[in-house]
Nanobody, 118 residues
């Protein structure tokens, strides 16, 4: 499985960005996808994921109500719509994939940097 994340960049506080993660090697319906982020000097943080076969979405507390996870099975791509961005959202964002019954994410994208200016 290969994951290609894109869409990061520089945005002002209050703005929006949409990240994409293109999946190859497996169909999107056969894996569970998630997003994580890591800010400079901080540990990796959970952002959002699909669970229960992709039927449900879960979000980290810090992004709940502002970020939305979606998918396009035809394009084998997952999206993370990020609204009302804050400077503390600045981080490298990684998409990840795992099997339906796996506890850990086995596949990771290369990361895309989102910088939110105040």
């Amino acid at each position: 499985v290969q994951l290609q994340a894109s869409g990061g960049g520089l945005v002002e506080a209050g703005g929006s960005v949409r990240l994409s993660c293109a999946v190859s090697g497996r169909t999107l319906s056969s894996v569970l996808m998630g997003w994580f982020r890591q800010a400079p000097g901080k540990e990796r943080e959970f952002v959002a994921s699909f669970r229960r076969g992709g039927a449900m979405t879960y979000y980290g507390d810090s992004v709940k109500g502002r970020f939305t996870l979606s998918r396009d099975n035809g394009k084998n791509t997952v999206y993370l719509q990020m609204n009302s961005l804050k400077p503390e959202d600045t981080a490298v964002y990684y998409c990840a994939a795992k099997g339906w019954y796996d506890s850990e994410y086995s596949y990771w994208g290369q990361g895309t940097l989102v910088t939110v200016s105040s």
